[in-house]
DNA sequence: AATGAATGAGGTTTCATTCAT
DNA sequence: CATGAATGAAACCTCATTCAT
């Protein structure tokens, strides 16, 4: 076993590590300079390779973004995971507080490459194509992944059942209103990007007057 | 008087016609390809004009895009103008349903041109130069324009002061909360564009969260 | 004649003015921002008129160039064309001193123009077109227009005929050095553009070095 | 040690060919259909490059342009730097008369490229700009490059020590002089740009008028 | 005679991508 | 696997010239 292949190993292990470092690139220099300023030569120089280099794990720039979005968005839909499990647990306004301020904070992260894939249609439309033949992949039973918008409702709706959310709230519209605030706030004018969290005062604010059970 | 200058004004008319039709191909070529995609050849071509023109009217592409934010901002301030004035008639609801309504649908029309600014850094600095000479050149006592969301803030203020609000609502954040709701939903991802409206449900549901006295 | 085709007769004045004012603009700009820069924009502006103005009375713009040239060069060829007629008059060292001080001071005008026939050689052709014509034009008997180094050379053969400067000087090959030293100088890297004036020190050593005769 | 690094000096090696036919193309363009008229397209044209790489070697043309005038300088400077060691040899007109000779030959091919910085004052301030950087990088202790004005001279004074040039010569203005005298010959209209040599009788009286020890 | 908006060819520069090393 | 030179299409912008007023 040992020396087994080493060289493979070695180069598969480098090559690894020069797409994590291609996708923060990706990610720093979006945020930095802006979307349509994000050129193939700036990534590759916050990544530290050569621009060719690229081309040697991803075949174009529009792949390479998706990659960096998609890995982006792990940790956002994690942070959201555990949300229904909680139903009953602690409090409603805790749980709910904790679950979009770290919302919050990750989303704040993925902020300007969420916005190119808005700027850009042809992004967008790639994107799209990629969700569809994922989905079909994995039959057709796959067809809802978890997503941020269905798991805060299914957790609206197990609050309810216990009697703790107010039992004429329409989850569905609640869980887009509040994720929506939530992403208009990153976007708001003013916001201070440095902060990365969210105004408590606001984040309570809107926890409290979508959820409020009619005890006030 | 008639007929006084008329060479200059006709001269005038004809440049005016131009940069409106320049302002309007913006905010359609940037609706439809995205920001990225919006070059001056194809804005051109929308506009029916020569590439060429576009220098004659604005010093570069920058400036023309900053017209155009500011062009399809103007309807979009008109809309909540009114708003304060409205105190105590009619409904709180009613009266922010009807502002909601139309400032989401003005909105629709300049979101693309909104990301732009939130996507490129550049113009953002830009806008924020212009801003600040405005301001300047206005005198020290115009500091604040008026802006959608203390116009917002100043209307709740009123109907507390009328009692048809909950005194301990806290207006800032519930007006910056609402807005960014809005502003939000129009980004989120499943929102037919074509469709200039909200979901009147959500809206319903925004309206109710947040200003609901507590009679419930 | 009081009130004669008042609008004819000022109409051609006004037009006379336009071109002076053009004329003098090219001079300006060409010495200002470099023959590369001087498009006819600026050049309409420094005249204060419109750019389509230009057009009324210059077919384009080299001919617009050609005749700023000849304009400028009018009163360089005056200042020696005089020269000839002072042999035997004054002292040589004199009569060359002035003659070439008036010309280094006239041409230091002109350089920036001078230096556009040289960059750009579809000048320089259609500079040759017009002579040849403006030659052909006046008669075969008329093919040498007076130029400098044809005056200088006579001034000094005239003088070598009074005695006065060494018998064994080819005034040829003189005069053009002389009158190159001239350009050169006007050109050298370190020449104040400000002071239109040549170095005494150097415009004596220029004449004393060329023509004196050998009593040294 | 051969071969220790052979990529990277092949890379090298091509990069440097590529920078040497660029140099020479903006050599050649410019000569050929001047300045104004020496667009990145004709120069990549003429160097057997696409355009694109003009700006993977240089920032922008003018550098390039820079860039190409310093290395034509490069042999003029290497022409005149032997002459101050010659002083007491040979004699002083066959001396003067073979460097001037080399000077001249070469001067006339970089006489397009001084034009063409006399012409255009933003090149001329970005060179400066540049020389500027270079003697301050190199210490203050370096402060004058050596310049063929000063070489000249230098080589004058010398031979004045040697008695074989009059005493009274201004050593300084008269290296200024011939210098200026052989520039302006280069430029001088009906010079045959073709025959890249200067008149030998011109040439003769330059050396002869400005050097002659009184014995005539 | 004069204006200035409009034109479109062409200029410099950028950029995603390919290829030799 | 990695490099970086090379490519060429296309971006933004300029400019001499024309044309309606």
Same mark, same amino acid.
């Given at each position: 076993?040992?020396?087994?292949?080493?060289?493979? @190993?070695? %180069? +598969?292990?480098? #090559?690894?590590?020069?797409?994590? @470092?291609?996708? @923060?690139?990706?990610?720093?220099?979006?945020?930095?300079?802006?979307?349509?300023?994000? +050129?193939?030569?700036?990534?590759?120089?916050?990544?530290?390779?050569?621009?060719?280099?690229?081309?040697?794990?991803? *075949?174009?720039?529009? +792949?390479?973004?998706?990659?960096?979005?998609?890995?982006?968005?792990?940790?956002?839909? %994690?942070?959201?995971?555990?949300?229904?499990?909680?139903?009953?647990?602690?409090?409603?306004?805790?749980?709910? =507080?904790?679950?979009?301020?770290?919302?919050?904070?990750?989303?704040?992260?993925?902020?300007?490459?969420? &916005?190119?894939?808005?700027?850009?249609?042809?992004?967008?439309?790639?994107?799209? @194509?990629?969700? /569809?033949?994922?989905?079909?992949?994995?039959?057709?039973?796959?067809?809802?992944?978890?997503?941020? *918008?269905?798991?805060? /409702?299914?957790?609206?709706?197990?609050?309810? %059942?216990?009697?703790?959310?107010?039992?004429?709230?329409?989850?569905?519209?609640?869980?887009?209103?509040?994720? /929506?605030?939530? &992403? #208009?706030?990153?976007?708001?004018?003013? =916001?201070?990007?440095?902060?990365?969290?969210?105004?408590?005062?606001?984040?309570?604010?809107?926890?409290? #007057?979508?959820?409020?059970?009619? #005890?006030?």
């Amino acid at each position: 076993m040992p020396g087994a292949t080493p060289t493979a @190993r070695a %180069a +598969t292990r480098r #090559g690894e590590a020069t797409r994590d @470092r291609l996708l @923060r690139a990706v990610r720093d220099v979006v945020a930095d300079v802006g979307y349509p300023h994000a +050129t193939t030569r700036a990534i590759a120089e916050a990544a530290g390779v050569a621009e060719g280099t690229i081309y040697r794990h991803y *075949p174009d720039k529009a +792949t390479l973004f998706l990659a960096a979005v998609a890995d982006a968005n792990r940790p956002v839909l %994690a942070a959201m995971a555990d949300l229904p499990g909680r139903a009953g647990t602690g409090t409603v306004a805790g749980n709910l =507080t904790e679950a979009l301020g770290q919302l919050a904070q990750l989303r704040q992260q993925m902020v300007p490459l969420e &916005l190119a894939m808005l700027t850009d249609p042809d992004l967008a439309a790639q994107r799209a @194509r990629l969700h /569809a033949e994922a989905s079909a992949g994995a039959g057709p039973s796959a067809a809802g992944l978890p997503d941020p *918008p269905g798991l805060l /409702a299914d957790y609206l709706a197990a609050e309810q %059942a216990h009697g703790r959310v107010r039992a004429d709230l329409a989850v569905g519209p609640a869980a887009v209103t509040i994720l /929506a605030a939530l &992403l #208009g706030l990153a976007l708001a004018p003013g =916001t201070d990007p440095s902060s990365a969290t969210v105004d408590p005062g606001v984040l309570a604010h809107l926890v409290d #007057g979508n959820i409020r059970s009619c #005890g006030c």
